[in-house]
Each structure stands twice: as structure tokens, then as C-alpha cells.
């Protein structure tokens, strides 16, 4: 069985909502597969009514697109599907087009590790119509996901205050996929190792544990658990003290501690996992000092997420290091993104790009048309505004004023000149060839990690976070207010 980096590195390209396909094949009998079209992948509402988002995923799409080929045995599964009256859903000169099919579109992205905001692309592509749609459903499967994850594991870090945060969850992942790409976007969240040792072998990322209540239950009593333990593991004892009575198993830590300080090791710490975990951490701790141990970590798990650790935190609980599984992997607040893929502009006949947007009762819905990227504007260091904005419109670096997507009486004016700026959207493909060097999980890392720095603290904040500025560029507004009169008026039925 293959799976996770390796199937992403192989064939995928089935991997897609049956109506692309179909779509597809229409494009292709209207003459219209290889016309020019622009799509974007954004989302419109942070994940856990937070206030900031982190981009994670590109690394698995660079190896969707690589592989993006139909193969025979694809072709042959086509071949022979059959609609309702019994004849095939794709003529014979279609499956001759998908076989010659090469990846050829242009793919622009946020890079993995980077704070996002609605609306703006984390991905663009642009290619023939058909390969675009193709992309729509496997692009957003694999970005949509690991967003989630990266997010909801930063969250758990930023409350965690910079205290190390082990990740549990493979037990309670969705699937063996699900809980592979979770622990490769929490560790990009910042957690600091994973339980996963396939996670460790494919991604490289710490691997670390303790031990279960299994280990304490299969002996006589919880004292010889924690000595045969440390015989076993002399530089690595984290005794699980909870198994019958939490501070009787500090007491037996305490003891197995001193045997191994008698041989010149150290004991590592204890965890615990049930009760009320700010009681027990303080009472562990004063024991654990009291006894000569003050370097002794505290590990907590059971259920933990962000408000728990929060809150344990405002509890001046004595924790040290958090085991988090089920609440970080499943996303268990929020189990879906809900990031979309529009068509934004198209190619027509006579070689001009046409501006597209799709319009909707909810302005929030209303897509943003052309061919559009994002600039993040920093003053020392801090970002202070996103504008998006035409590619092919120059930008008066005297002053801009961008304008909120959903309301436009929000508005701010901003001075380019003052500030160091970034475009946020990076070549990746440059007609179907990669020219974007992958940077090491590590550097992914890092980068979110100063992506985060550079991100002010009340736009972290768990709750009601305070939003952060993103707006149109002036132009791309009143092109986009255009397009939507002009489509509303189409609809009135008035020309
Ligand atoms: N001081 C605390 N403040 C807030 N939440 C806490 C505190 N201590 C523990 N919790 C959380 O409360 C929940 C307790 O759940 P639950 O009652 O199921 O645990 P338990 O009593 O340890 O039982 P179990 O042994 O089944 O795990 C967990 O999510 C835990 O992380
Ligand atoms: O609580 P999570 O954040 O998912 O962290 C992982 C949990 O998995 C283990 O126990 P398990 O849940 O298997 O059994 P237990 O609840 O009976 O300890 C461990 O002791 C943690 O409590
Ligand atoms: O190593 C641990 O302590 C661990 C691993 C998986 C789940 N819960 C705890």
C-alpha cells in the first residue's frame, strides 16, 4: 500500500470530483479545453473564529501537479464508464486528448508557513481550461486540510505560550492520511514532535513519547512499572502517574528518581492525564521540589486544545509540556476549512483576458475577478495591511487606499513608500515546469514562526480577535463594483 508522501508522488490525477471530469470532456466537445483561464484558491472566514490563518499544503500540490498525468489503467477506467441508458460517458477521441495530456499551467502560491487572510489566493493557477478545473478538487482536498491543522496547531502553541507541545493524535486521526498530513502541519504549527514514527520516517520530524497505563497495569505494582522503565529507558523516564492514584504516583516517581540519580541519571519528568490538571500539576510540583527534582518537566495530556491550555495557563497550572491528540488532529471544533476555487478571468477569442466574477446575494460570496495577487505591507517588522491587487496595474507608491471586500465604506490609506512590502503569491510552475526550490520542512517552520512574530498580538488572540486590514487596491474595486452591476443588470434582463 502506498501512501501519503508516496502517493502523493504518485499518479493522483483520478483524484477529482467525477463532474470535473465531465466538465472537462464539455469543454473539450465545445472546442473550449485549451482556452486560457485564471482560477484562485482562497477561503472566505478563518477557521476557529480566529483571527489569522496558516498556509500549509504546497509541498503535496507541487507533487499532485508533478504527477499529473492520465496513465493506461486511468484511461481504461474511463473508458468504460457507462452512463444510465448503458453508452459510455467519454467518446474514444476524448481519452486520445486526456493520454496526451502534459501539465502545462502556471501555478502561483502563498508559501507554506506564511499567515493568510480571507479572500486573498493562497493559490492561482492559470493554464487551458481544462487542466484548471482538473485541479480544483485535489487542490483544495490537500490545501484545505493541512491549512486547518497548521492553524488549529498554532493556536495550541500560541497558548502554550512557547512551552513544547508533543502531538498525539494519530489514534484518533481521521484515517491513516489524515493523521500523516496532521502531524506534518502541526509540526509546522509548532508543535514541537510527533507520536507518529511513520510521520517521523517520511517527514523527518522529532518522534517522542511516554508510555501508557498499559505498561503500569501489565506488573504487580505501579513502582516496579516505573523501575523496570527506568531500567529500560535511564535517560528517558517520563513516568505516567495517574494510573491509580496521581500523587501516591508522584511518590513512586520521586522514589524510582532518586534510584536513577543513584546511578547518575536523571529522571525526565511525570504526565498526567485525567483530573483536574492545574491541582495535580501544582501538588506534583511542590512534591517534585520538595524532594530535590525542581528540573523534573510536567507533562499534561487528556482532551487538551487551546482553550484548555488557556485556561490551565490562567490557572497558573504547573505544566511544562503538552500532549495534544484528538482536539488538534480532527480539528475537532472545526473539521473543515471551506477554502474555494474560482474562476476569476478568461482568454477570449481575440487574446484579451476577460475579468470574471461570480455574483452572489452575499457580497462576502462575490469573488474577486482578474488576475489578482496580494502585497503585504510591514513597518519594523510588524504587518500592518494586505492590498490586493491587479498584476497588470501599476501602483501609485505615493498612497493607496484598499478597500474592504465585503463593506466597502471600510477603507484605509496606506504609504507604500514607508513600508517594506512582500508579494505574497511565488512562482511555482512557469508553464507546467516547477521553478520553485521546496524549502525542508524546517524552513517551513521557521517561516511560520516568523510569520507569526510578525504578526500583532491582538490579531492572535483566541477569541474576538481583533481583524486584520485586507482590501482591495482601488482599481480592482471598481472593477470588480463593474462587473457586478453589469451582471446584476444582465439579470434584471435589462442590456
Ligand atoms: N483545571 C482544569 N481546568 C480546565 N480544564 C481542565 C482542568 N483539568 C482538566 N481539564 C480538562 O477537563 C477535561 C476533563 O475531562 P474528563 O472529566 O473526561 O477527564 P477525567 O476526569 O480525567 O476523566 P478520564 O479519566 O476519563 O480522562 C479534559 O479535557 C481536561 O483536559
Ligand atoms: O487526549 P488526546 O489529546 O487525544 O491525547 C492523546 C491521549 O491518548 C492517550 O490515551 P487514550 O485517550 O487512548 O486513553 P485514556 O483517555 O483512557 O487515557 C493519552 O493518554 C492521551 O490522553
Ligand atoms: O507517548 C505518549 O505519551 C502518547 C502517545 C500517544 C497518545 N498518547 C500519549
Given at each position: 500500500?502506498?501512501?501519503?508522501?508516496?502517493?502523493?508522488?504518485?499518479?493522483?490525477?483520478?483524484?477529482?470530483?467525477?463532474?470535473?471530469?465531465?466538465?472537462?470532456?464539455?469543454?473539450?466537445?465545445?472546442?473550449?479545453?485549451?482556452?486560457?483561464?485564471?482560477?484562485?484558491?482562497?477561503?472566505?472566514?478563518?477557521?476557529?473564529?480566529?483571527?489569522?490563518?496558516?498556509?500549509?499544503?504546497?509541498?503535496?500540490?507541487?507533487?499532485?501537479?508533478?504527477?499529473?498525468?492520465?496513465?493506461?489503467?486511468?484511461?481504461?477506467?474511463?473508458?468504460?464508464?457507462?452512463?444510465?441508458?448503458?453508452?459510455?460517458?467519454f467518446e474514444a477521441?476524448?481519452?486520445?486528448?486526456?493520454?496526451?495530456?502534459?501539465?502545462?499551467?502556471?501555478?502561483?502560491a502563498v508559501e507554506e508557513g506564511t499567515v493568510a487572510f480571507p479572500n486573498s489566493p493562497l493559490v492561482r493557477v492559470r493554464g487551458p481550461l481544462i487542466q484548471c478545473q482538473l485541479l480544483e478538487t485535489p487542490?483544495?482536498?490537500?490545501?484545505?486540510?493541512?491549512?486547518?491543522i497548521a492553524t488549529k496547531a498554532a493556536r495550541i502553541n500560541l497558548?502554550?505560550?512557547?512551552?513544547?507541545?508533543?502531538?498525539?493524535?494519530?489514534?484518533?486521526?481521521?484515517?491513516?492520511?489524515?493523521?500523516?498530513?496532521?502531524?506534518?502541519?502541526?509540526?509546522?504549527?509548532?508543535?514541537?514532535?510527533?507520536?507518529?514514527?511513520?510521520?517521523?520516517?517520511?517527514?523527518?520530524?522529532?518522534?517522542?513519547?511516554?508510555?501508557?497505563h498499559s505498561w503500569i497495569l501489565s506488573f504487580e505494582t505501579e513502582l516496579e512499572a516505573f523501575e523496570a522503565y527506568a531500567e529500560a529507558f535511564p535517560d528517558q523516564c517520563v513516568f505516567l502517574v495517574d494510573t491509580y492514584d496521581t500523587l501516591n504516583g508522584v511518590k513512586n516517581a520521586i522514589k524510582v528518581g532518586e534510584i536513577l540519580r543513584s546511578k547518575g541519571k536523571e529522571m525526565v519528568g511525570i504526565r498526567i492525564d485525567s483530573g483536574d490538571l492545574a491541582y495535580f500539576s501544582s501538588k506534583a510540583r511542590q512534591m517534585l521540589d520538595g524532594a530535590g527534582f525542581p528540573e523534573a518537566k510536567i507533562v499534561a495530556s487528556n482532551d487538551l486544545d487551546e482553550h484548555?491550555?488557556?485556561?490551565?495557563?490562567s490557572q497558573d497550572a504547573d505544566i511544562n509540556v503538552w500532549g495534544v491528540g484528538?482536539?488538534?488532529?480532527?480539528?475537532?471544533?472545526?473539521?473543515?476549512?471551506?477554502?474555494?476555487?474560482?474562476?476569476?478571468?478568461?482568454?477570449?477569442?481575440?487574446?484579451?483576458?476577460?475579468?470574471?466574477?461570480?455574483?452572489?446575494?452575499?457580497?462576502?460570496?462575490?469573488n474577486i475577478p482578474g488576475i489578482h495577487n496580494t502585497k503585504r505591507y510591514f513597518s519594523k517588522g510588524k504587518?500592518?495591511?494586505?492590498?490586493?491587487?491587479?498584476?497588470?496595474?501599476?501602483?501609485?507608491?505615493?498612497?493607496?487606499?484598499?478597500?474592504d471586500p465585503v463593506d466597502a465604506t471600510r477603507r484605509k490609506r496606506l504609504m507604500p513608500a514607508f513600508y517594506q512590502e512582500e508579494v505574497l503569491l511565488k512562482p511555482i510552475f512557469d508553464k507546467g515546469k516547477k521553478v520553485y526550490k521546496l524549502p525542508t520542512l524546517t524552513e517551513i517552520r521557521d517561516r511560520a514562526t516568523s510569520q507569526l512574530e510578525s504578526l500583532d498580538k491582538t490579531h492572535k488572540r483566541l477569541v474576538n480577535p481583533h481583524l486584520y486590514p485586507v482590501g482591495l487596491e482601488e482599481n480592482l474595486h471598481h472593477l470588480r463594483m463593474e462587473l457586478v452591476l453589469k451582471a446584476k443588470k444582465f439579470d434584471n434582463g435589462e442590456d
Amino acid at each position: 500500500m502506498k501512501i501519503t508522501k508516496d502517493l502523493y508522488q504518485s499518479n493522483l490525477v483520478l483524484l477529482t470530483d467525477f463532474y470535473q471530469l465531465t466538465m472537462a470532456y464539455a469543454y473539450w466537445k465545445a472546442g473550449k479545453g485549451e482556452q486560457e483561464a485564471v482560477f484562485n484558491l482562497f477561503f472566505r472566514k478563518h477557521p476557529f473564529q480566529g483571527g489569522f490563518t496558516l498556509a500549509a499544503g504546497l509541498d503535496y500540490v507541487v507533487d499532485f501537479c508533478k504527477n499529473f498525468k492520465f496513465e493506461k489503467a486511468d484511461l481504461e477506467y474511463l473508458e468504460v464508464m457507462k452512463d444510465q441508458d448503458g453508452s459510455p460517458v467519454f467518446e474514444a477521441a476524448f481519452l486520445e486528448y486526456l493520454q496526451q495530456l502534459e501539465f502545462t499551467c502556471d501555478i502561483d502560491a502563498v508559501e507554506e508557513g506564511t499567515v493568510a487572510f480571507p479572500n486573498s489566493p493562497l493559490v492561482r493557477v492559470r493554464g487551458p481550461l481544462i487542466q484548471c478545473q482538473l485541479l480544483e478538487t485535489p487542490l483544495l482536498n490537500i490545501i484545505n486540510f493541512q491549512t486547518l491543522i497548521a492553524t488549529k496547531a498554532a493556536r495550541i502553541n500560541l497558548a502554550a505560550q512557547g512551552e513544547p507541545v508533543l502531538e498525539f493524535g494519530l489514534r484518533r486521526a481521521q484515517g491513516i492520511d489524515g493523521a500523516l498530513a496532521a502531524s506534518r502541519a502541526a509540526y509546522i504549527g509548532g508543535c514541537t514532535s510527533t507520536s507518529n514514527v511513520m510521520a517521523g520516517k517520511l517527514f523527518g520530524i522529532p518522534v517522542a513519547g511516554t508510555h501508557a497505563h498499559s505498561w503500569i497495569l501489565s506488573f504487580e505494582t505501579e513502582l516496579e512499572a516505573f523501575e523496570a522503565y527506568a531500567e529500560a529507558f535511564p535517560d528517558q523516564c517520563v513516568f505516567l502517574v495517574d494510573t491509580y492514584d496521581t500523587l501516591n504516583g508522584v511518590k513512586n516517581a520521586i522514589k524510582v528518581g532518586e534510584i536513577l540519580r543513584s546511578k547518575g541519571k536523571e529522571m525526565v519528568g511525570i504526565r498526567i492525564d485525567s483530573g483536574d490538571l492545574a491541582y495535580f500539576s501544582s501538588k506534583a510540583r511542590q512534591m517534585l521540589d520538595g524532594a530535590g527534582f525542581p528540573e523534573a518537566k510536567i507533562v499534561a495530556s487528556n482532551d487538551l486544545d487551546e482553550h484548555i491550555i488557556a485556561s490551565l495557563k490562567s490557572q497558573d497550572a504547573d505544566i511544562n509540556v503538552w500532549g495534544v491528540g484528538t482536539k488538534l488532529v480532527t480539528a475537532y471544533d472545526q473539521p473543515a476549512l471551506g477554502a474555494v476555487y474560482k474562476l476569476s478571468a478568461i482568454k477570449n477569442e481575440e487574446g484579451e483576458w476577460e475579468p470574471k466574477v461570480k455574483v452572489s446575494q452575499q457580497s462576502l460570496k462575490i469573488n474577486i475577478p482578474g488576475i489578482h495577487n496580494t502585497k503585504r505591507y510591514f513597518s519594523k517588522g510588524k504587518a500592518v495591511a494586505d492590498m490586493i491587487f491587479l498584476e497588470d496595474q501599476p501602483i501609485d507608491t505615493k498612497g493607496v487606499v484598499i478597500i474592504d471586500p465585503v463593506d466597502a465604506t471600510r477603507r484605509k490609506r496606506l504609504m507604500p513608500a514607508f513600508y517594506q512590502e512582500e508579494v505574497l503569491l511565488k512562482p511555482i510552475f512557469d508553464k507546467g515546469k516547477k521553478v520553485y526550490k521546496l524549502p525542508t520542512l524546517t524552513e517551513i517552520r521557521d517561516r511560520a514562526t516568523s510569520q507569526l512574530e510578525s504578526l500583532d498580538k491582538t490579531h492572535k488572540r483566541l477569541v474576538n480577535p481583533h481583524l486584520y486590514p485586507v482590501g482591495l487596491e482601488e482599481n480592482l474595486h471598481h472593477l470588480r463594483m463593474e462587473l457586478v452591476l453589469k451582471a446584476k443588470k444582465f439579470d434584471n434582463g435589462e442590456d
